[in-house]
């Protein structure tokens, strides 16, 4: 589903992304864990090409974008709506309820039928546990609440993956559990998803493959039992012993 190679991310002097190789199969669960600054964040942008790769190769599905060459603005569209992405802060729109912010992408990115798309988001948000919320604003909704509003979102442009970039790290603890819980069931369901999160339990639980980078590169990956259990690169037990 997801191909990655030799990508390389550059701001000015300063490289961010160093060669990376990753492949994802269609519905698994791919987490990437590691310290600030390691380009957990940039790698997830760089995949849905907020922002553009300095070079490599990235596929997704049957797209594929080599950053070697000019990549056009129209490519780049195309190739976006194979993804969707579920961020740190929920950036819903304020003055739109939350179905009015489900609705959007369909209404005026494929410019889908009003009547469809009401339909259908209004059975996501049903679906992350907000069926009675539909009319509400985000000031309205806990932290949660509006993370799962940016779940159905994401779901309604019925992309072929979903990345998530540290969807709970901007709530309190106790609405962290409603949000992996709807995680969790996208996993069942087979849904693709890359995460970059700092919830291990989650990893242990849900990854398929577990990745750990630091400065830029791929330390080690592997299944959850060989990263959280006996990892093979001592930098990834230093990690782990930090935060577990």
Known sequence: MISIQGLTKSFDQLEVLKGIDLSVEKGQVVVVIGPSGSGKTTLLRCL???EVPTNGVVSIGEKILDFSRH???KEIVEFRRQTG???QSYNL???K???ENVMEGPLVVKKEGREAV???AEALLSKVGLGDKIDYYPFQLSGGQQQRVGIARALAMEPNVLLFDEPTSA???ELVGEVLKVMKDLAKEGMTMVVVTHEMRFAKEVANEVIFMEDGVVVEKGEPEE???APKEERTRQFLRMIQ
């Open 171 to 173: 709530l309190d603890p």
């Open 97 to 99: 309820t939350a179905l």
């Open 48 to 50: 849905n090409i907020l």
């Open 93 to 95: 729109f304020p003055h």
């Open 71 to 73: 990549v056009s603005n």
């Open 227 to 229: 990263i959280f259990v």
């Open 118 to 120: 009401r339909k259908k």
């Open 85 to 87: 992405m579920v961020f």
